[in-house]
Nanobody, 116 residues
Framework: QVQLVESGGGLVQAGGFLRLSCAAS????????MGWYRQAPGKQRELVAT???????IYADSVKGRFTISRDTAKNTMYLQMNSLKPEDTAVYYC??????????WGQGTQVTVSS
C-alpha cells in the first residue's frame, strides 16, 4: 500500500513563499510520475506540476517561473517550492503518485492560504 503524506501548507501573505513536502512510503523512483495538484473552493482539481521518474518536469502556465517541483530520492520525498505567492494560489494542495496508468495514489492534502 502506498502512503503519501503532505506537509508545509499554511497561511502566507501575497508575495511570500512556502515549501510543500510529500513523503512517500518506499522508493519514489518506482513511480512513473509524481505531481502536485490543487483544488480551490468551488473549482475542479487542477494540475500544478509533475516530475517523471527520469526527472522531466511540467508546470501549469499559472505557476511557471514561480513554483519549482523537485525530489530527494534518498528521503523518498517530493517538494514544491512556491515563491511569489498570489491570492489565487489559495487551495488545498494534493500530492499524487502514479505507479501505472491504473494505479494512482493521493495524499490527504494540505491547505495553502495566501492573503492579499
Amino acid at each position: 500500500q502506498v502512503q503519501l503524506v503532505e506537509s508545509g501548507g499554511g497561511l502566507v501573505q501575497a508575495g511570500g513563499f512556502l515549501r510543500l513536502s510529500c513523503a512517500a512510503s518506499g522508493n519514489i523512483l518506482r513511480f512513473s510520475v509524481m505531481g502536485w495538484y490543487r483544488q480551490a473552493p468551488g473549482k475542479q482539481r487542477e494540475l500544478v506540476a509533475t516530475i517523471t521518474s527520469g526527472g522531466s518536469t511540467i508546470y501549469a502556465d499559472s505557476v511557471k517561473g514561480r513554483f519549482t517541483i523537485s525530489r530527494d530520492t534518498a528521503k523518498n520525498t517530493m517538494y514544491l517550492q512556491m515563491n511569489s505567492l498570489k491570492p489565487e494560489d489559495t487551495a488545498v494542495y494534493y500530492c499524487n503518485a502514479q505507479l501505472t496508468t491504473s494505479l494512482n495514489y493521493w495524499g490527504q492534502g494540505t491547505q495553502v492560504t495566501v492573503s492579499s
